[in-house]
């Protein structure tokens, strides 16, 4: 499976941006998606994730009310939309895909075993 990430981007504090995530070689609508970020110097973190069938979300605590996931299964694409970005928001940001079917939306980076390449959000103040 491949998975590739784009729509980062430099944005001043309390903007918004959109992340796109392409998948392609898997049955896309059976699988739930997961957004992880980076930042500098710290351990990947879960973002956010989104079920199958789109029905169920599952968010950090620091980015609840302000980021969104979404899919689109006929366009095997995941999206996060990112509103009041903060700098502290700053990284890169990953698509992900678990290593198995199913509704249950994983926050542990070990359960996901396709990563796209990566997108880099800067949020200035």
């Known amino acids: 499976v491949q998975l590739q990430a784009f729509g980062g981007g430099l944005v001043q504090a309390g903007g918004s941006l959109r992340l796109s995530c392409a998948v392609s070689?898997?049955?896309?609508?059976?699988?739930?998606m997961g957004w992880f970020r980076q930042a500098p110097g710290k351990e990947r973190e879960f973002v956010a994730g989104i079920s199958w069938s789109g029905g169920s979300t599952n968010y950090t605590d620091s980015v609840k009310g302000r980021f969104t996931i979404s899919r689109d299964n006929a366009k095997n694409t995941v999206y996060l939309q990112m509103n009041s970005l903060k700098p502290e928001d700053t990284a890169i940001y990953y698509c992900a895909a678990p290593r198995f079917s199913g509704s249950y939306i994983y926050t542990v980076e070990g359960a996901y075993e396709s990563w796209g390449q990566g997108t880099q959000l800067t949020v200035s103040s």
């Open positions: 070689g898997r049955t896309f609508s059976r699988y739930v």
